[in-house]
C-alpha cells in the first residue's frame, strides 16, 4: 500500500490500467478458447458431426449392404434378360460406393475398438459377400444352374446375416460414443460458462475498483492544486500571509504544494527585511536632513563672523571645539549609513536570487504539470484500444449467435452463450467511456494549473525585474554616502587645524573662506544625495508596500 501511496499520478494510473488490461486479456482468452471449443465446425461439434456421419452412413447404403442384398434376391427371381442387365449394373454400382465410403472411414477414423468394427468386423462380410455373388451367383445365372444358385444364396444369407450383425455393433458402439461426446461438450460449455461468469465478475469488479481509485485521486489532485492556484493568485497580488496546508506523499501534487509553501516563506521572509531596511534607511535620510541644515547654520555662522574674527578669536577657538565634536558625529552617522546601506545591497542580491529561484521553480512545476497533460493523454489512448477490443468482442458474440442460429436446437446452448458475452462486452464499453470522462476531466483541471503557472511566472519575473532596478538605486545611494565620508573627514580634518592654530588664525583668514566655501558645496551636495537617498527609499516602499506578510 506505501508503495502504491508513493507512486507518482502517472503510475498510479499505468498500473490500474495495466490490472485492468492483465484481467480483461484473461476474459477474452477464456472466450475465445470456449467459442472456439464449442462453436460450429468446431472440435467438439467435428467429433459429434462424425459420430452422427458414421450412423448414417452404416445405414443403407452404402456401408450396409441391404439394398445390394435386395438386389440381388430380385435378380434371382427375375426372368427378362434385360432386367438382368440393369439389376447387375445397380449392384456393380452400390458396390463402388461401398468401396469408395470404406476408404474414406478407413482414413478418418482413428485407430480403435470403433475403427475395427467398421473397417474389419462389418467390412469383411460384406467383402466377402461382393465377391461370393460376382464370382459365383452371376455365372451360375448365366448358366441357369437353379441348385447351385439356391446354394449360393443360402452363402450369401450367411454372409450377410454376419454382415448385419456387424452393423448393428458399429451402431451400438457410435451411439454410444456420441452421447459421451455430447456429454463432455455439455460440459466443457457449463464449465467454461461458470468461468466467464467469475472472470465477468472480476472484470467489474476491477473497473469498479478503478473508477473508485480514479475518483478518489482526481479529487485530491484537484483539491491540491486549487489550493495551489488559490495561494499563487493570493502570493500574485501581494497577500503573503496564505497559508499551505501539510500534505502526505511524494506525487507531483504534493511536491507542487510543498514548494509554494516553501517560496511564500522565503518571499515572506525577504519582504520583512526589505522593510525594516526601508524603515532604517528613511530614519537615516532623516539625521542626514538635520544634519545638513546644522551644517548651514554654521557655515552662516563663518559668513557673520568674519567681521568680528580679530575681537573674537577666544570664540572662535570654542566654536572650532563645538564644530570638531560635530564634525565626528556626522563623520560616525555617515560611516554608519555606509554599513546600513551595504548590508540593504547584500539583502536585494539575497532577493534576486531567491528571486530567481523561485522563477525556476514555477517553469519546473509548469513542465511537471504538462508531462501529466502528456501521460492522461496517452491513458486516453490506451481506453481508446480497449474500447475497440470490446467493440471487436460485441462483434464476435454476434457472429457466433449468427451461427449458433443456424444450427438449430444443437446451438441453443451456444446462443445463450453469446449473448451473455455480448452484454459483458457492452458493459466493459460503458466501463471505458466512463474512464475516458475521467480522463478528460483531469486534463481539464491540469491545464488550468498549467495556465495558473504561467500567470505567476510573469509577475515572478517583473518581481525580479523591480529587484533589480532597486539594487541599482541602492548602490548609487552607496557611492554617494562612502563619497560624503571621505569628504566629512577632510572637514575634520580641517576644524582639528583650526583648533590646534587658533593663534595664526589672523593670517589663515582668506584659507578659513576658502574652507567655508567648500563646506557650503559640500553640504549641497550633501543635500541632494540625501534628496536622492530619500527618493530611492520612497519608491522601495512603494514596491513592497502591495505585501502582506503574516503577524
Known amino acids: 500500500m506505501s508503495f502504491f501511496r508513493n507512486l507518482g499520478l502517472a503510475g498510479k494510473l499505468l498500473l490500474l490500467v495495466g490490472v485492468f488490461v492483465a484481467v480483461f486479456a484473461a476474459f477474452a482468452f477464456v472466450s475465445m478458447r470456449t467459442l472456439e471449443t464449442v462453436r460450429v465446425n468446431g472440435p467438439v461439434y467435428r467429433d459429434i458431426i462424425q459420430g452422427k456421419d458414421i450412423i448414417a452412413d452404416v ?20 426372368a427378362d434378360p434385360a432386367a438382368q442387365a440393369a439389376l447387375i449394373e445397380r449392384g456393380n454400382a452400390l458396390r463402388l460406393e461401398f468401396e469408395s465410403r470404406h476408404e474414406y472411414w478407413r482414413r478418418t477414423l482413428s485407430p480403435g475398438v470403433l475403427a475395427d468394427a467398421m473397417n474389419v468386423t462389418a467390412y469383411r462380410p460384406a467383402l466377402e459377400y461382393l465377391d461370393t455373388r460376382d464370382k459365383e451367383l452371376l455365372p451360375a445365372l448365366k448358366a441357369k444352374d437353379e441348385a447351385r444358385v439356391r446354394a449360393i444364396l443360402a452363402t450369401l444369407k450367411q454372409k450377410y446375416e454376419a454382415h448385419r450383425r456387424a452393423v448393428d455393433e458399429v451402431v451400438r458402439m457410435a451411439t454410444a460414443q456420441n452421447a459421451q461426446l455430447e456429454k463432455a461438450a455439455e460440459d466443457s460449455v457449463r464449465s467454461s460458462s461458470r468461468d466467464l461468469l467469475w472472470l465477468g465478475a472480476l472484470v467489474v469488479a476491477v ?5 473508485w481509485v480514479t ?3 482526481a479529487d485530491e489532485l484537484s483539491r491540491r492544486i486549487g489550493k495551489a492556484a488559490e495561494v499563487a493568485a493570493q502570493v ?3 497577500d503573503l500571509t496564505a497559508s499551505v496546508p501539510e500534505t502526505s506523499g511524494t506525487d507531483e501534487s504534493a511536491r507542487l504544494l510543498f514548494a509554494i509553501r516553501r517560496m511564500t516563506a522565503d518571499l515572506s521572509s525577504l519582504v520583512t527585511r526589505v522593510k525594516q531596511a526601508s524603515i532604517e534607511l528613511m530614519s537615516t535620510a532623516t539625521e542626514f536632513t538635520a544634519t545638513s541644515r546644522q551644517q548651514e547654520s554654521a557655515i552662516s555662522g563663518f559668513g557673520s563672523s568674519t567681521n568680528e574674527i580679530a575681537a573674537a578669536v577666544k570664540e572662535i577657538s570654542a566654536t572650532s571645539a563645538e564644530l570638531l565634536a560635530t564634525m565626528e558625529g556626522v563623520n560616525a552617522v555617515a560611516a554608519q549609513t555606509a554599513q546600513l546601506a551595504e548590508g540593504g545591497r547584500s539583502g536585494l542580491r539575497g532577493m534576486d536570487e531567491t528571486m530567481h529561484q523561485l522563477e525556476q521553480a514555477t517553469s519546473a512545476i509548469s513542465a511537471r504539470l504538462s508531462a501529466i497533460r502528456e501521460k492522461t493523454s496517452d491513458i486516453s489512448g490506451v481506453v481508446t484500444t480497449i474500447t475497440k477490443v470490446a467493440d471487436q468482442t460485441n462483434l464476435l458474440s454476434v457472429n457466433a449467435a449468427i451461427e449458433a442460429e443456424k444450427a438449430g436446437e444443437q446451438g441453443l446452448g451456444f446462443l445463450v452463450l453469446a449473448r451473455e458475452i455480448r452484454r459483458l462486452a457492452d458493459q466493459t464499453a460503458v466501463a471505458t467511456l466512463d474512464i475516458e470522462q475521467m480522463v478528460r476531466h483531469m486534463q481539464s483541471a491540469v491545464s488550468a494549473g498549467v495556465m495558473e503557472m504561467d500567470r505567476f511566472a510573469a509577475d515572478v519575473k517583473r518581481g525580479v525585474s523591480s529587484s533589480q532596478q532597486v539594487a541599482s538605486q541602492l548602490g548609487q545611494i552607496i557611492t554617494q554616502v562612502q563619497t560624503l565620508s571621505e569628504r566629512f573627514d577632510s572637514v575634520n580634518h580641517g576644524m582639528r587645524s583650526q583648533s590646534q592654530g587658533a593663534r595664526q588664525i589672523s593670517e589663515a583668514m582668506a584659507q ?5 566655501r567648500q563646506s557650503a558645496t559640500s553640504l549641497k551636495e550633501f543635500n541632494a544625495a540625501t534628496a536622492h537617498l530619500r527618493d530611492a527609499v520612497t519608491s522601495l516602499k512603494e514596491e513592497i508596500s502591495h505585501f502582506k506578510v503574516p503577524g
Open 512 to 516: 578659513l573662506m576658502d574652507g567655508a
Open 236 to 238: 500574485a497580488s501581494g
Open 215 to 217: 475518483g478518489r485521486m
Open 59 to 78: 445405414l443403407p447404403p452404402p456401408q450396409y449392404i441391404i439394398e445390394t442384398h435386395l438386389v440381388t434376391l430380385q435378380l434371382v427371381e427375375e
Open 207 to 211: 473497473v469498479l475498483l478503478i473508477a
